[in-house]
């Protein structure tokens, strides 16, 4: 693609908006259709995230683009067909208006709508109208502004103040509430691993709950956590993949089916071989929709398998009443 150019002396991502702008007016995108992220904008044109961002920033100030969790930035349902404005630069505001809270959740709601690989200091600066360097008055390094991040996310949901009755309950309610979080906040499955787990107070709110739920059954310390690690695992190890799918489908410009149907010949191939005669048998029998990965259906079923396979282990583990 040739990269735009502009009047003399015009700022790089002036000449971004206003071929962004032009692909709009001229129909070439539609309400809906995905305009260019900030990395393919910088690798397009040229230009550094911060730049791509700004350029964003001003389109959807303009109203002509809008973000969307998960999707994105998009164009705007209704876009105006004045002729752009002018814009100067944006009047750094004062230090009073710019707080930890609105970096963070800057911060969080790009990593939102474009994944945790576009987010930068520099870019959090420029989503705010700020000097590129604002931000580290108040967070020393994007590796703390991440932590931060995660910690308030995982803060996002909160608990009734009835505790349900019996271990399985409580358990089901603490990992469908991360899930809900996971999915609301992809990004959060990439950052910590069951070898190194991340240590924030918000996701520990939601391992002791677990951990109480489990204590008092007769389970030694070991096999307590364990159960816990595992049920943590299971939540997370799914989660993953929704992030990884989003990111696939930004870089690759495909969906989830649209790869699946480009890899149709492969599939074909290890059919035909005559080698893997199981898997032939069940792919034969999924017709000609084809199998649905539908993670939320999978995080059910597996949590219910999982608790179940728990559940002579908990329950066996207790001492049982006597009663006079």
């Known amino acids: 693609m040739t990269k735009p150019t502009g009047a003399s002396g015009q700022p790089p991502y002036l000449r971004i908006v206003a071929e962004i702008r032009r692909r709009i007016m001229d129909g070439e995108l539609g309400p809906g259709d995905r305009v260019p992220s900030t990395r393919r904008i910088a690798r397009e044109w040229g230009v550094a995230l911060a730049t791509a961002t700004k350029a964003l920033t001003t389109l959807r100030l303009d109203g002509l683009v809008e973000t969307r969790p998960r999707t994105g930035t998009v164009v705007a349902g209704t876009a105006p ?30 990593a939102d709508a474009e994944g945790l690989s576009a987010l930068s200091m ?7 109208g700020v000097a590129a360097m604002s931000p580290y008055r108040y967070v020393p390094s994007k590796d703390d502004l991440v932590l931060l ?17 019996g271990w399985r309950s409580r358990v089901e309610l ?8 996971y999915r609301r906040h992809p990004w959060l499955a990439q950052l910590g691993s069951l070898t190194r ?26 096999t307590l956590f364990d159960i816990h690690v595992l049920i943590y695992s299971h939540v997370q190890g799914l989660a993953v993949h929704l992030e990884w799918e989003a990111h696939a489908e930004a870089s690759t410009g495909q969906s989830e089916d649209q790869w ?15 080698r893997f ?3 032939t ?44």
Not at 149 to 165: I, N, R
Not at 174 to 179: D, G, I, S
Not at 284 to 292: H, P
């Open 81 to 110: 067909v004045s002729q752009p404005r002018r814009h100067a630069p944006p009047a750094p505001p004062s230090e009073q208006e710019l707080t930890l809270d609105r970096i963070v959740r800057t911060a969080i709601d790009i």
């Open 122 to 128: 520099r870019g959090v600066a420029a989503r705010l």
């Open 149 to 165: 991040m995660a910690d308030a996310a995982f803060g996002d949901e909160t608990y009734p103040a009835d505790v349900p009755e």
């Open 174 to 181: 603490v990992a469908r509430t991360l899930w809900t979080l």
């Open 197 to 222: 787990p991340l240590l924030v107070p918000s996701l520990m709110v939601h391992g002791e709950r677990v951990l109480s739920a489990l204590d008092g059954h007769g389970l030694d310390p070991t």
């Open 260 to 274: 699946m149907d480009s890899r149709a010949s492969a599939v074909q191939e290890l059919v035909e071989s005559g």
């Open 277 to 279: 005669p199981t898997f």
């Open 281 to 324: 048998k069940v792919v034969g029998a999924f017709g000609s929709d084809g199998y649905d990965l539908r993670l939320d259906a999978l995080f059910e079923s597996g949590l219910t398998a999982l608790l179940d396979g728990l559940t002579s282990l908990v329950e066996g583990e207790e001492t049982p009443s006597v009663t006079a």
